[in-house]
């Protein structure tokens, strides 16, 4: 039998519940757990709802207090490995994790994991559709990296490496508790490391897709992703000199499915407010490291007026500032955290101005051929 696992912070309580009780609902669950980082708030009114749904599913629905585990920022990685160090605890057979602001979970998501467990692959991750202006962390720092640092490897092929949706069968769920990389990244970085980690496991690696896509609380502004964008950066820079999965390692994905039109014509984020924050203040510190990137460069990002701000940031351009980035980002470091928010909100308006606004499918198609391209020189340079 199976435990599912939804950290949670600010959701509406009621969204919350209602995915807790479709996880309960499946016959293949016989526990639910729901972590929250502290009492109060959104911890109270899901904690008071919980009996009903136990209840009603006679199983238990449990919520829990994320542990202090990591060295990073307190975030959703604390939440998951507190999850996962009472999993392994308890010998537990199957673990899923789902975010918990998905508004359109059900059944057959985990349908699909467990018949992929089923089938002997001991790590499952959900893949779904996502609107072309959204996965602008994954798309312009996750899987260039693990294209830099793994081609040829089925990691830059992963759909969604930053997903919080998967299922960890036993021997997983063990060799992750253990794992002091996954244990000491409390922040937004786990995602990322947990999918590095679970991939050189040999285990077998299954992504299920979701046809209908993942539906989620989007953005504003970038502004809200500046966190996540500089804790994931930091996460897969991390990764570098680490051994990849092994050539030929077993790993299957369910093939393409048509994208949902609503979804092919979502915009993610709000494109005016974002550009505004190009404006930000630079503070000498800020200046001083730009000045030093080479001139193609601090060309884009140190802007009077007359120049251009952010079309110029290309595949290749910013190939280039995604390695100086991966080389030399410094976490905590105000003036680094600054510029790779500056350099990436170039790179994502350059493009959400122009492929993205060529219609999904070839935005897709653009995308992709990016990855394989840094992938290829990666591979030609090693
Ligand atoms: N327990 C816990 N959950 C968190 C924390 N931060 C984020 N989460 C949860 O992690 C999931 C993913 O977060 P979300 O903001 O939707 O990220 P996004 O989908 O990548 O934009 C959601 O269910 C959040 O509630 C945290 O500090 N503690
Ligand atoms: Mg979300």
Redesign the pocket.
Known sequence: MSLAV??????EPSLVVSNLATAAAHPAIDEVWA???EVGGAEAAVRAMAPEVSGAHAKPVEVII?ERLGTYR???G??MNTALTLAAEQGRDRVHFY???ITNFEASWIDGAERAADRGFGVVRHRFPRAATDAMITWMITRPALARLFPGTFLPRLDQP?G?EVLLTRPAVETLAASDLVRSRSDWGIDTVLTYATSVMDLGFYEHHVADGKR??L?GSLDE?RE?LIECLDAVASLSGRPGPRPGARHATDPPAPVPEDLKQTTAYDVEATVRLLDAEWSADEIHLAESLPPDLSYLVLDPPTRPRFELMDADRWHMAHGLLMENFALGDPAWESLAFRLWLTRVLSYTTNQARQGFDAAMEYLESTIRRYEVIAAGSS
Do not use: C, I, N, R
């Open positions: 939804f950290p949670f912070k600010t959701e972590v929250a980082p994320q307190s975030g959703k604390d939440a975010d918990a602001d930053l919080g989620h609380a953005y992703l996540m």
